[in-house]
């Protein structure tokens, strides 16, 4: 399968390993990776996860808290993660609420990055992702 899931709860861990690679593996510090958050609650798709693998490779990964999902994809710029987030549109058959950010561009850091994600959700998609304020 395409595309790693991991457990909503290590999302931060995951960001700070993601940021930890590129800035041992990035000195231009071009926009190393892409968050997409999408949300899949007007999805008619029992198994998300299955359709996901069409589209996903295997570097990218995965966590999702219900039906909000959060895909961090490596060495992907917004335009890139766009394709992906049409993809993804195309596969489930309806227009996904979304939004990208992109490291270091929007944020130096795992809260810094969550923060913008949060403050961008919910002006631009009209939906509060407070929950990302649990993580560690």
Same mark, same amino acid.
């Given at each position: ?29 071009? %926009? ?49 993660? %766009? ?54």
């Amino acid at each position: 399968m395409a595309g790693i899931h991991f457990q909503f709860a290590d999302f931060k861990q995951l960001l700070r390993l993601n940021i930890g690679i590129a800035q041992r593996l990035d000195e231009n510090r071009a %926009e190393s990776f892409t968050i997409l958050y999408c949300d899949f609650s007007k999805t008619q798709k029992v198994n998300i996860l299955e359709t996901l693998s069409d589209t996903l490779r295997t570097s990218d990964t995965i966590a999702n808290y219900k039906k909000d999902y959060f895909f961090v994809l490596p060495y992907t710029d917004k335009y890139g993660a %766009e394709i992906v987030k049409k993809q993804l549109d195309e596969k489930f058959g309806v227009f996904l609420n979304s939004f990208l950010i992109s490291y270091p561009v929007d944020g130096e850091n795992a809260d810094e990055l969550v923060a913008v994600l949060q403050n961008s959700v919910k002006h631009f998609c009209k939906k509060d992702i407070d929950y990302l304020d649990i993580l560690e």
